[in-house]
């Protein structure tokens, strides 16, 4: 007999992963229930990726229970984001603003990754959970899959660390992959939204289930750019704005097909960032709140949508208990 499985799938995006994290502690606190006891998958690329490992981690006195809330996550980028992405002025100087350089250390970022993970692995998440990078060294795309034997035993830490190594912030990661060194970089560069790919592997992990796919996103770009601007760029004038290209295009032709699809059964939740700045490193207090506020007028926004996917969360939970 088939079963109703609901999958999560959650864009990469740097400190603007509030947003995510907020929609989830707003299903959370509605629900009454973890995301890991709501969700048959999780997939994550970059800030996404650290989300959904995160919402997997169990309790360490409680295995059965979930150790963070959406909103302890919410609350990693409220206190830690401008440790993260701090403006080091001789870091800036010598990395010539990011051009010969990385723009930041990456020890801050482990650091509070060493703190929420510990030394938790994969094979300890709550429910099955997959985060993107590319490897450097095998010039190949890596989904690191909780629910597979040789990624079982992988650090929760490496691997969000492997995934949210966004080139030009931070340096690649260094992992050993199957007794192999390797570096990995941000899953960005090939998929912000990984919800292609988790539809896919939900296909594969639940065959003749009904799937349902929730995709998360963390702010549309809406500040154009200009083909007088452009014209004028070269290599290092393209940097940035190529990458801001690249990760919305492919975040909108992802939402295109899914919608081709599954119709309904897919949806997707996003919000302009009017006031919030779009860039993946802006941790000022000012934008902080910013990203918090356009979370709330997400959910007001699609109250009526987020209501009814409330009420679908809940009937699975009642069919499962």
């Known amino acids: 007999m088939s079963r109703n499985r609901t999958v999560l799938?959650?864009?990469?995006?740097?400190?603007?992963?509030?947003?995510?994290?907020m929609?989830?502690?707003?299903?959370?606190?509605?629900?009454?229930?973890?995301?890991?006891?709501l969700f048959d998958l999780m997939v994550g690329t970059s800030?996404?990726?650290i989300l959904a490992l995160g919402l997997a981690q169990p309790d360490p006195e409680k295995p059965a229970k979930s150790r963070y809330s959406a909103r302890d996550l919410a609350d990693l980028y409220a206190n830690r984001g401008s440790q993260i992405f701090g403006k080091n002025i001789w870091r800036q100087l010598?990395?010539?603003?990011?051009?010969f350089d990385e723009s930041y250390s990456a020890?801050?970022?482990?650091s509070a990754l060493a703190d929420y993970f510990d030394d938790h692995v994969l094979g300890d998440c709550r429910c099955p959970t997959i985060v993107t990078a590319y490897d450097l060294e095998a010039r190949s795309t890596t989904f690191f899959k909780s629910f597979k034997s040789e990624h079982a035993q992988i650090l929760c830490k490496s691997a969000a660390r492997a995934t949210s190594a966004a080139p030009t912030f931070f340096e690649p990661a260094k992992l050993q992959l199957q007794g192999?060194?390797?570096?990995?970089?941000?899953?960005?560069?090939?998929l912000n939204s990984p919800v292609v790919s988790a539809y896919a592997e939900a296909l594969r992990l639940f065959p003749g289930d009904n799937i349902t796919v929730i995709s998360l996103g963390t702010g549309e770009l809406v500040k154009p750019i200009?083909?007088?601007?452009?014209?004028?760029?070269?290599?290092?004038?393209?940097?940035?704005?190529?990458?801001?290209?690249?990760?919305?295009g492919m975040s909108k032709a992802a939402d295109y097909q899914m919608t081709l699809f599954l119709g309904e059964r897919y949806q997707r939740f996003q919000i302009d960032l009017e006031k919030a700045s779009d860039e993946l490193d802006n941790a000022t207090p000012g934008n902080i709140t910013a990203l918090f506020e356009a979370s709330?007028?997400?959910i007001d926004r699609e109250s009526k949508r987020l209501g009814n996917l409330i009420k679908h969360l809940q009937l699975l939970r009642f069919q499962q208990s």
């Open 180 to 190: 192999q060194p390797t570096a990995l970089i941000d899953g960005a560069v090939f």
């Open 94 to 99: 010598r990395s010539a603003l990011g051009i």
């Open 23 to 37: 929609v989830l502690h707003h299903l959370e606190t509605a629900t009454g229930h973890p995301a890991a006891d």
């Open 9 to 21: 799938s959650i864009d990469g995006g740097g400190i603007r992963g509030i947003i995510p994290a």
């Open 226 to 248: 200009s083909g007088q601007q452009a014209a004028g760029w070269g290599k290092i004038g393209w940097m940035l704005p190529v990458l801001d290209c690249v990760f919305d």
């Open 47 to 49: 800030t996404g990726g």
């Open 107 to 110: 020890s801050p970022l482990e």
């Open 296 to 298: 709330s007028r997400l």
